[in-house]
Each structure stands twice: as C-alpha cells, then as structure tokens.
C-alpha cells in the first residue's frame, strides 16, 4: 500500500490538470453545443504569454493575471462570437474541422507574435517549483504541485458555488435547456453563453500555466497532449457532468503515475502510459449520450439563412440532386430530363462542367510543365503534392462520401509506408508491391479501428480514431519492426524490371500512376451503388438499415477502403522522401489533413488533388520566409476554417457555384447551357423543384426555398 501511495501522489499535480481541462471542455459543451478542441491551443497560448512576459521582467504574479483572467477571457470571447455561436446547431464535421484548425493555427500564430520560444524554462506561478514545502507520509510534495492542487480547489469550489447558490448559475443551467425560451423569460442567452466561455478559457489558461513548469521549455504538442487527457476526462464525464469529469481527469492523473510506477521499463511501459486515454475512450464512448442541441422553441424565431454549403442543391418530394464536385451536375440532369430527344452539343457539355473543365486544363498544363522545364526542387513540390493527394482521396472517400469522421488516417499512411520500407529492406521485395502490401495491411488496421467504434458517430467516432492514433505513435511506431522509433525506416526508390524511378521526373510519372489508379477506384465507388448505400448511411444509419442496407458491413468495408487508400499514399510520399519516422504521420497530422481537404474540397476527387498540391506548394513557399513564420502554413489554414462554416463545401465547389453564377450571366453561355434552339427563354426546374439564385442553390423547405 505504501507503495501504491508513493505511486499516486506524485499523479495528483498532473490529475489536477486533467481535471481543469476536462471540466472546461464539458463547460463550453454544455453551454454552446460546441466540442472545443482549441482548449489545448488556448492553455498554450495563455503559458506563452506568462513565459514571456516572466522573461521581459513582470512579476510572475502579474505575468500570470493578465495571462490567465484578461487574455484567456478575451481568446475565448473572440471565438465565440466569430465562430462557435454561429455553429451552435451545424453538422458534427462543420462543428469540428474549426475546432481543429484553431488547435493547430492559433499557436502558431502565437509564436509568429511572439518571435520564438522563451529562452527561460517555465517558471511556477506563485512558489518556487522545486522547494519540498510539506510532505505526504513519505512523499515530499514541491511548491509546483501544492500551487496545483491549491488553483483546482479555489476554481472547484468556485464553479460549485457559482451553479449552487447564484443566478448566474441558473441562468446558465436554462440556458443549455432551451436558449429562446430563457431569452423570453428576459435573460439574455448570448451573454450567458459568452460568460460560460470566459469561464472555460480561465480554466484553459490557468491549466496552461500551471502545467507550463513541468516541462523545461514550452513546446505546442505538449498541450495537445494535454488536449488529449481532458477528452479523457470529459468522456468520463458523460459530456454532461461536471464533478464526474473533475473525478475522471483525478482518477488518469493518478493511474497514469501507477501504471508507470508498476509496469516494468520498456516499450509496454512507456507506450501503455500516454495511450491510456485511448482505452478510457473505447471503454467510455459507447455509454456517452450526446446532447443534441435542437431547441423546442426554434419555430419561435423567424427564418434564419442557413449555412450556404447546406444549402446547395436541388429537391424534390423524393429526390435530392445534389451538387457534384464542378457545382453544377444538377443542372445538365434538368436539361437533359426535360429534353431527352435532344442530342447534347459539345459546348453544352463544356458549360455545363466549367470548375472540371478548368481542373483538367489546369492540369495537363502542369504536367507538362513538369516533363519538360520545371526545376527540380518544384518538381519534388508537385510530387509531394501528388502523394498527399492520394492520402486525402482517403478522406474523400471515408469522410466526404460516408459521413465518417476520421482522426487518423496519418496512422494508416504512416503504415503503409512503414511496410513498403520493411519489406524492401529487409526481404528485397520491390517497392511498388510493398506499397500495395502496405495498402493491405492498412486497410486491415482499418477494419481493427472500425470494429470497436462501430456504435459510434460524429465526435464520439472522431475522438475514439484520434486516440487510437495516439495508441499508434506511442506503442505502435516505436518498435523497430514497424516504425523503428526516432531512426525511421528507409523506403528505396521504385524499379520495374529495366524501367527505373529513381530519376525525379519517372517517379513523377508513377506518382500519377498511382494517383490516376486511386482516383479512378474512389470514382468508381461514387458513382456505383456502393456511392448510393454510403450517400444514405451518410443522410441517415437509421433510415438505411430500415430500407435492408448493412450499415455494420458498410462501414467497415469503407473503413478499410479508406485506409488502403492512405495507405497506398504515405508508401508513395514515403519512397519520395527515401525514408520516413513515426513524426512524419503522427496524430497531429491527421488534424492537419483533414482540415486541409475539407477547405479545399472534401466531396470530390478534384478537391482532394488540389488539396494536396496547395498544401505542398503552400509548405514549399513558406520556407523562402525566415524561421519565424515556419507554422504559417498551419495559421492560413487554421484561420480558413471561419468561412468553412458558411462554405462547408469547400473551396473547389464554391468556386464552381460562382463560375456557374458567370455563366448565367453572359448571355452567350447562358444559351448554350440553358436555351432551346428556337431562343426560347431559360428552361425553369420542374415543380416542386428549388430554384437558383446567385448565392446558391436552395432547396425546398430552406429559407428561399421553393415550395
């Protein structure tokens, strides 16, 4: 037992800050309907800003009150009203994919302020951190953890007084049931809500303040880690409880101290720690019921204009023609449905796809460009490009056709790479069927993630994958067998027979091989009934599986579809780059990826083609910038995701709804895609049908839309 004791204590500093992050998270969760995944981002903004200020000569005392009570309060009241309020009631990806692009821009661009990283190690709030001010029996307890535990009692006893004995409290606990029905009482819901996020970014800052100390310097994934316990914690917690989140985040902090005090050194021990969340994740997630956040008294309010993306499409009483990846598909059904005698000309083919037609000249004149002038270190950029393309088909097909969020399809590619290194090192197997074998073994780990989240869907099925990828980094990657750790494998350049790719320019031709290939199996599975069983396991599970649509099949199969796919592309970019680590496919870059393919175009192969391209030529022109703005790249695409709550559809459709809105307009193009051969006027939908207006195309039942 003294033993135990001994073990345990030293994990209550640690459980303390678990605990401020997970009652943070559950407080915004329940106030706003809005999972926040930048609370890890806004601890780390909050110790950057104490670290630095310690650094230029405040008191710490005054360091860590403008740190923690006026610029945690102000980052949080900025998101709410920019972004979080707006998202209250959107879908889980629209509610997501902002989340994790503020995790990943907002510190970056805190450090890009801030110039770098604080030379200082990370001083303790109040006390010195390593003065032994009282003991526990045997245990010695420091001036760091006895500040910890101290801040946690006060913001405890704080929050149940607040919910207990003030109206505030109440006023927050209505509005969480009904908002419009507490606004007719005469309580104001916005600023009620806009309190609840101040309180949530105290906690997140004064979490990111205390814990700062226990690392010698500051670094942002720490925090995401940190990010990681506190999903731990607030699962435990149901979403919805605030003490039993406190006791979670308690409870991981110790048990983390005990297993490493108890397992013996080794890779299981030191894997097993920080993979901890991911079992308290399986193991809790299936039991936690998410809020859903309608309220009854919507009717109430007058029509609002819905999120734009949404809002794309034509419906009938039975149908619904939605928008394909050039933005107007939906029109040339019309036409040809209402002239079916009459044969297609090839302009009206053309009008009737322009963001297509521009992708494939686009890109004909790049690869020509490629074959013949373009300098080497470009030509590497585009092959990445091609590579990280094949990777977000992935997210096409798992993400943008089913519905499925994903966090860790960096894992699945990181995978593949691993293997095709493996096998070409270690038992001369060529490179092209090691990346084929790596897109096998991918697509089973697929199947192994899909099986046990199978009762799961939006964010709890997103934070179950992000915690298997993290299980994957820490227990996974690390064996020489798979990842070999910090030395990474060596993945060759490819040969068939006479035919070598090891020149810039053959690989890049086999990177669009391959790209070529994966592209043409995700359209293959758009465009067959298997695009029509994911487009209604996507609209409803429910619905399908009452129609004898085998939703468990189906997801697993997509799941390990996807995976291959990702697969398939980290050999590829693996191969490119002669050699890959464990940090080169880590959790944080699934993040990464998603964000990325979902702002340029998740619901098309052409979306996720640019998607890669402009990543790697974004990555590629950052470093011509000095060392300050090396997370710039992160910051553009972080930032983007404000305007993804009005345009979800991404970047390529939305430009395709625009070209379409051109074309209306010019008169000459306007006949050729929407005229008879005498000049009659424009052809109209059929009843029932939404009409298009400039801003979109709306469907029945929307704001404007038909009737």
Known sequence: MTQFFNYAVPGIPFGCVFALMAVGLVLTYKASGVFNLAFGAQAFVSALAFVSLVQDGWPRWAAGFVSVFVLGPVVGILLDRLLFRRIRTASPLVKLVPSLGLLVALPQLALIIAGS????????????????????????????????????????????????????????????????????????????????????????????????PLYSQLDPQNFTVLLVWGIAGAVIGRFASLPLALVGGLALGVGQQVLAGYLPAGIISTGLRPSLPFIVLLVFLPFSRQRQFDDPLSSCDPPSTALEGETRGYQSASTLAVTSGDGVHAVGLWHRSLHPGRPESPWRRLARRPTTNLAWAVGALAVLSALTWVPGDWLLTMTQGIAFGVVFLSLTLLTGMSGQISLCQATFAGLG??????????????????????????????????????????????????????????????????????????????????????????????????????????????????????????????????????????????????????????????????????????????????????IVGLGSVTGAVVAGLVYETLQKAVTTLPSRYAGLVAVIFGLATLSYTRHPEGFVDFLGSRLLALIARNRIASRLLGRGERGEGPVEPPSGVGRRDDEGLTPVGAPGGGS
């Open 417 to 598: 790479g691993f293997v095709a290194g493996q096998l070409a090192d270690h038992y001369g197997l060529p490179v092209v069927l090691g990346m084929v074998a790596g897109g096998l073994l991918a697509a089973v780990l697929g199947v192994i993630v899909a099986v046990p989240t199978l009762r799961l869907a939006g964010l709890p099925l997103a934070l179950a994958t992000l915690a298997f990828a993290l299980l994957a980094d820490n227990v996974l990657f690390p064996n020489s067998w798979i990842g070999n750790g910090a030395g990474g494998v060596t993945v060759p350049r490819p040969s068939l027979g006479p035919i070598s790719f090891v020149a810039s320019r053959s690989f890049f031709v086999l990177s669009l091989l391959v790209l070529a290939v994966t592209a043409g199996v995700v359209k293959l599975v758009g465009d067959g009934t298997m695009g029509r069983l994911l487009a209604a396991m996507r609209g409803s599970e429910v619905a399908a599986t009452s129609v004898g649509i085998d939703v468990t099949r189906l997801r697993i199969l997509v799941f390990a579809l996807s995976a291959g796919l990702a697969g398939v592309g980290g050999a590829l970019f693996g191969s490119l780059e002669g050699s890959l680590s464990p940090n080169d496919f880590n959790y944080q870059i699934s993040a990464v990826l998603l964000v990325v393919v979902a």
């Open 117 to 212: 990283t604080p030379d200082i190690p990370p001083p303790a709030l109040f006390v010195n951190a390593q003065r032994v001010y009282a003991h526990l029996g045997s245990v010695p307890l420091s001036g760091l953890e006895l500040s910890i535990f101290g801040c946690t009692l006060v913001v405890v006893g704080v929050l149940v007084a607040l919910f207990r004995f003030t109206p505030v409290g109440l006023e927050m606990r209505a509005v969480v049931e009904s908002p419009r029905l507490t606004e007719l009482a005469g309580v104001n819901a916005g600023r009620i809500s806009a309190f609840a996020w101040i309180l949530s970014s105290v906690m997140a800052g004064l979490a990111g303040v205390l814990l700062s």
